[in-house]
């Protein structure tokens, strides 16, 4: 199984990204889906996540009204647009995947079986 991310870059404070997260080996169609981030000497920090059926969407308060997450199970795929980007939000940002239908995400790093090779996030200021 891998999970393939990619998207990240070198952005001004106010810009856009969007992050996608490719996933072969397995399908996704069940799995709860989510979006980590994590600065050198801190722990890694739940981002979003959303439910296997995409009707269930949780963010962490710093990031709620300028991301969204999104996933597309036909395609194998979970993105993550990211609007409104500050100095803060600057962090490699990893994909992962729970094997368990949840009705909503875990936000405990523990709960994620497969993760991906991290993105990084620059927001210049």
Not at 5 to 28: E, H, K, M, P
Not at 71 to 93: C, G, H, S, W
């Amino acid at each position: 199984v891998q999970l393939q991310a990619s998207g990240g870059g070198l952005v001004q404070v106010g810009d856009s990204l969007r992050l996608s997260c490719v996933v072969s080996g397995r399908s996704i169609s069940y799995d709860t889906m989510a979006w980590f981030r994590q600065v050198p000497g801190k722990e890694r920090q739940f981002v979003a996540g959303i439910s296997w059926s995409g009707g269930s969407t949780d963010y962490t308060d710093s990031v709620k009204d300028r991301f969204t997450i999104s996933r597309d199970n036909a395609i194998n795929t979970v993105d993550l647009q990211m609007n409104f980007l500050k100095p803060e939000d600057t962090a490699v940002y990893y994909c992962a995947a729970d094997r368990l239908s949840r009705i909503a995400s875990t936000m405990v790093v523990a709960d994620y079986e497969y993760w991906g090779q991290g993105t990084l996030v620059t927001v210049s200021s």
